[in-house]
T-cell receptor, first 111, second 114 residues
Framework: GEDVEQSLFLSVREGDSSVINCTYTDSSSTYLYWYKQEPGAGLQLLTYIFSNMDMKQDQRLTVLLNKKDKHLSLRIADTQTGDSAIYFCAAYMDSNYQLIWGAGTKLIIKP | EAGVTQSPTHLIKTRGQQATLRCSPISGHTSVYWYQQALGLGLQFLLWYDEGEERNRGNFPPRFSGRQFPNYSSELNVNALELEDSALYLC?????????????FGSGTRLTVV
C-alpha cells in the first residue's frame, strides 16, 4: 500500500536551521502537507505544497519537493524553543480523498 | 469561525465499559475523520465519514464504531474497553475532495482506561 516515511527524531541547537525529511510512495499525490503537533494538542496545518511546485516559502518555513525522488523536506530557519513539537508529513491520495501520514518527527531543541 | 470541537476533553473509563466521543466539524465540512494516537505512536486511522456514510475504516476491531449525523457531527463509540485503548483520539474535518485545505483537527479527547 501507499506509505510515507520520516525519521523519528531530530535534534538541533537553538538558532540553527532544522531540516525534517519525508519520503512518499504515491507518485500521483497532488498535495503534500506538513502538520505540527505540540504536546497534548491536536495537529495544526503548517503548510502544504502542490505537486507541480518545487519550493514554497512562508516566513521561517521552506518546503522543498523533489517529485522525481518523491522526497519532501521542511526547513525551519532560526529554530526557537517554541518549535519543539512533532512534525507530521502527509500525502493526499486523489483516489480516495484521504491523507497518508508519516509517523512524525520529534524536533528537540538544544540550548 | 469555530474550529473542530471535540468532547469531552478527558474521559476515564473502566475496562469493559463503553466510551462515546463526540466531534463537531467546521461549518460546511462534510467529511469527518477519526484517528487514534497512542502514547509515543503516530496517527492510526480509525474511520472516515462523509455525507452520513462510513467511507473507509482502518485496521481496528469492530468494537470501534461510529456514525455521522445529518448536521455532519460525528460520534465514535468504543465498546468493551481494553487497557490498550488508552490514547488521544483526534477528530478532523474537511471538505470532501478539497485537497488544498488539508484536514482541520480538533484538540482531541484523552481516553484513559483503568
Amino acid at each position: 500500500g501507499e506509505d510515507v516515511e520520516q525519521s523519528l527524531f531530530l535534534s538541533v541547537r537553538e538558532g540553527d536551521s532544522s531540516v525534517i525529511n519525508c519520503t512518499y510512495t504515491d507518485s500521483s499525490s497532488t498535495y503534500l502537507y506538513w502538520y505540527k503537533q505540540e504536546p497534548g494538542a491536536g495537529l495544526q496545518l503548517l503548510t502544504y505544497i502542490f505537486s507541480n511546485m518545487d519550493m514554497k516559502q512562508d516566513q521561517r518555513l521552506t518546503v522543498l519537493l523533489n517529485k522525481k525522488d518523491k522526497h519532501l523536506s521542511l526547513r525551519i530557519a532560526d529554530t526557537q524553543t517554541g518549535d519543539s513539537a512533532i512534525y507530521f508529513c502527509a500525502a493526499y491520495m486523489d483516489s480516495n480523498y484521504q491523507l497518508i501520514w508519516g509517523a512524525g518527527t520529534k524536533l528537540i531543541i538544544k540550548p | 469561525e469555530a474550529g473542530v470541537t471535540q468532547s469531552p476533553t478527558h474521559l476515564i473509563k473502566t475496562r469493559g465499559q463503553q466510551a462515546t466521543l463526540r466531534c463537531s466539524p467546521i461549518s460546511g465540512h462534510t467529511s469527518v475523520y477519526w484517528y487514534q494516537q497512542a502514547l509515543g505512536l503516530g496517527l492510526q486511522f480509525l474511520l472516515w465519514y462523509d455525507e452520513g456514510e462510513e467511507r473507509n475504516r482502518g485496521n481496528f476491531p469492530p468494537r470501534f464504531s461510529g456514525r455521522q449525523f445529518p448536521n455532519y457531527s460525528s460520534e465514535l463509540n468504543v465498546n468493551a474497553l481494553e487497557l490498550e485503548d488508552s490514547a488521544l483520539y483526534l477528530c478532523a474535518s474537511s471538505l470532501t475532495g478539497a485537497a488544498n485545505y488539508g484536514y482541520t483537527f480538533g484538540s482531541g479527547t484523552r481516553l484513559t482506561v483503568v
